[in-house]
């Protein structure tokens, strides 16, 4: 038996790295979560079968609740939320490592390097666990997600982290002195609270992409405490996945990690944001369907506006409708769409969108110069020129997608509001660029149903349409009902021919 | 070789690896890469198994391990279920195959 239950180990962590290498494309992804899962399975049944493991009722007891509760968040979890569950997952994660770390040092009481291991999985850990569900209540806006900030914030945060180190460190020289644990344990909490309430919605990908690379470096270390390889690599892939990502995020967004934890984006730059009153030229959903339907390559750039609007279904009929049409149509995806790593693909994908329609942001800004009409729904500072532009804008240097060089520019929009950064966009009054006021979802309605997508409108439009509410067009709801009908029956006839 | 040391091996040249296959990762499985590494991190699961079954746990033992196995199981199955449920929505063309 003791040589089998080693082999299984190995083998878990061949299958968290081949799981990984298949998540390479969307075409392996399925095998590569059969993978992982088989990987988890053999590493706990190679730890079931240990033979320090005796007691077992307590262990299946806590299985089958966290079953209980993982089933249902699995299933019932709507994609646009999708984020706040992947918060609160590394909360349960990072609180499990530092529970884990706490027992040991308890029960054990281990030196030199193994308690600066668990000094380090305790303090990941715990800050982890109050700062994801932090991250958690700002995606879930059971808290406000702007910026919170309050004078000397970020002199009380380093210190807080500072004074944690100092008492992890002589923890770690003498652990013996018990007393001690606690206060490193406050501290670590409290850090983690703190850290994340100066952090506004537009830095949630980043910051969730950290602190996932932190829930895994805690693993690791965990896996040193108890002298177990496939924790260290396990904890390790995931670390450095999260640390992959945050970087890429915060490439994506020109700013350093120091500034996304101790800038207060937003907050510092709303007065660059007066609302000059400039003209712009807006358009009808007739004029903006008449434009689309006559070019030959559309651009779609979605925001989180988008998702907000529930208009990913409406953008998906919109892509039915032109690509019938002979219009070839991408999607421009910025790497920060939405609210977290890669979430605005998700959102298409559920919408039935192909995934080959969907483009990185280096794939698609060479090709914006040849696009007749460059759609804009609910995105605004990463088609904003003035990163480009304006060397003293506040996003200057953001990496954007280059929608302004697109023959035509249409941007569905509900007002001329600035976007997160707070700042006006240049891209409104451009000659080239029509400003489709209203909520998108109505907006997209409209555009589909000139499209001629409704060959024959419905008689009995009896308005029991789903929620709206737009002022500037008080009879779409009507319409609203119209178009989901008949766009479905047109769908269903064509597949026929 | 001290065990730590060996340990410091394993760990340096898995974050090698972890950092060439994720750079692999294409844009598109960004999210579901997460919520997988979610579930791998899951792994907590196996340390809490053995505070929670180790012969005389002490009582602190048993409280914390009990949640922590709680904690990583949730994260564990939901995370699985959830990378799946995900990418079974990327579909490369409509779906005509009826």
């Known amino acids: 038996m003791d040589s089998v239950l080693p082999a299984l180990y190995i083998l878990a962590a061949a299958g968290f790295i081949l799981a990984l290498k298949w998540m390479s494309s969307p075409a392996t992804a399925r095998r590569g979560v059969m993978a992982g899962e088989a990987g988890m399975l053999l590493a706990v049944i190679g730890t079931l079968l240990r033979y320090e493991v005796v007691n077992y009722q307590w262990i299946f007891i806590a299985f089958f609740l966290g079953l209980a509760v993982g089933v249902p968040i699995a299933y019932l979890t709507p994609m646009t939320a999708v984020p706040q569950r992947t918060a609160i997952s590394h909360a349960f994660g990072a609180l499990a490592a530092a529970l884990i770390g706490t027992a040991e040092y308890y029960r054990h009481m281990p030196h030199g390097f193994t308690m600066g291991a668990l000094v380090l999985e305790t303090l990941l850990g715990f800050l982890t666990f109050t700062a994801s569900l932090m ?122 990690f120091t500034n996304i934890l101790f800038g207060a984006f937003g907050q ?139 023959r035509t520019v249409m941007v569905i929009k509900r007002s001329l509001s600035p976007g997160f950064a707070g700042i006006d966009n240049d891209l409104y009054y451009m000659d080239k660029t029509l400003m489709l006021f209203g909520d998108a979802k109505s907006v997209l309605t409209s555009i589909v149903k000139e499209l001629g997508a409704v060959p024959r409108a419905v008689e009995n439009g009896n308005g029991d349409a789903p929620h709206f509410h737009d002022a500037r067009m008080p009879d779409a709801t009507g319409k609203l009902q119209d178009s989901n009908l008949s766009t479905f029956s047109t769908r269903t006839a064509e597949k026929k021919v | 070789m001290k065990s730590y040391e060996f340990g410091l091996w394993v760990f340096m040249l898995a974050v090698f690896l972890g950092f060439e296959l994720i750079r692999r990762v294409s844009p598109l499985l960004h999210t579901p890469l997460m919520s997988l590494t979610n579930a791998i991190s899951a792994i907590s699961v196996v340390g809490a198994i053995l505070i929670t079954g180790e012969k005389d746990a002490p009582s602190l033992s048993l409280v914390l391990g009990f949640i922590a196995i709680f904690a990583s199981t949730t994260n564990l199955v939901s995370g699985y279920l959830i990378t799946d449920r995900i990418i079974k929505m990327f579909k490369k063309r409509e779906p005509e195959k009826k």
């Not at chain 1, 992409?209 to 895994?216: C, E, I, R, T």
């Not at chain 1, 496939?230 to 700013?255: K, P, V």
């Open chain 1, 135 to 256: 991250a958690f209540a700002k995606l879930q806006e059971l808290l406000p997600t702007r910026p919170m900030t309050y004078r000397g914030q970020n002199l009380v945060n380093v210190s807080l982290f500072g004074l944690a180190v100092v008492v992890g460190v002589a923890l770690v020289i003498s652990p013996e002195q018990t007393w001690m644990f606690p206060i490193f344990m406050t501290l670590a909490l409290l850090f983690g609270f703190l850290l994340i309430i100066p952090i506004g919605g537009a830095d949630m990908p980043t910051v969730i992409a950290l602190l996932n690379s932190y829930a895994g470096l805690s693993a690791s270390a965990m896996g040193f405490v108890l002298d177990n390889n496939l924790l260290i690599i396990a904890g390790a892939l995931d670390g450095s996945s999260g640390l992959i990502l945050s970087i890429i995020m915060s490439r994506a967004m020109n700013r350093s």
């Open chain 1, 268 to 406: 510092l730059h709303t007065s660059a944001a007066q609302a000059t009153a400039r003209p712009v030229h807006s358009a009808t959903p007739e004029e903006a369907a008449e434009i689309l339907d006559s070019a030959r390559t559309v651009i779609v750039v979605p925001g989180y506006g988008m998702a907000v609007a529930q208009a990913q279904h409406k953008l998906r009929e919109l892509l039915d409708a032109l690509t019938r049409r002979g219009v070839d149509v991408k999607f421009a995806i910025h790497p920060v769409a939405g609210r977290m790593p890669g979430h605005m693909n998700v959102l298409l994908a559920e919408a039935d969108v192909p995934y080959d329609k969907l483009f990185a942001m280096d794939e698609i800004n060479s090709e914006f110069p040849m696009a007749d009409v460059a759609l804009i729904i609910g995105a605004n500072d990463v088609v904003n020129p003035a990163a480009q532009t304006d060397k003293n804008s506040p996003i200057a240097g953001m990496p954007i997608l280059e929608a302004y060089k697109a």
